[in-house]
């Protein structure tokens, strides 16, 4: 059974910067894809970022490549997401979350798609 536990959220000024992580446990995920999404109060939940564990390729939306950066640390078993320049429009509980498999595209994008997730972490981005 995958166990993630999200860590690192908190509140953060606008133009700031916050790390979230991710521990995972319970797998080996050299085979695994492992993605960030959000879900802001009365939104629907929406993609972040995600990765591959092995080779580490990643993707990320539009509002917010160039700001947050995805990794992964394999000693650690643990994946992270670095928020730098938050804006307010970034304030939301982030989970993370893992699909067993190597994925691409719209698929690894979709919330749907993923089997394990973690409990979340608020993320409040102040102006």
């Known amino acids: 059974q995958v166990h993630l536990v999200e860590s690192g959220g908190g509140l953060v000024q606008a133009g700031g910067s916050l790390r979230l992580a991710c521990a995972a446990s319970?797998?080996?995920?050299?085979?695994?894809?492992l993605g960030w999404f959000r879900q802001a109060p009365g939104k629907e939940r929406e993609f972040v970022a995600f990765i591959r564990w092995s080779g580490g390729s990643t993707s990320y939306a539009d509002y917010v490549k160039g700001r947050f950066t995805i990794s992964r640390d394999n000693a650690k078993n643990t994946m992270y997401l670095q928020m730098n320049s938050p804006k307010p429009e970034d304030t939301a509980v982030y989970y993370c979350?893992?699909?067993?498999?190597?994925?691409?595209?719209?698929?690894?994008?979709?919330?749907?798609?993923?089997?394990?997730w973690g409990q979340g972490t608020q993320v409040t981005v102040s102006s």
């Open positions: 979350a893992a699909l067993g498999g190597i994925y691409w595209g719209n698929y690894a994008r979709s919330a749907g798609s993923y089997e394990y």
């Open positions: 319970g797998r080996t995920f050299s085979s695994y894809t």
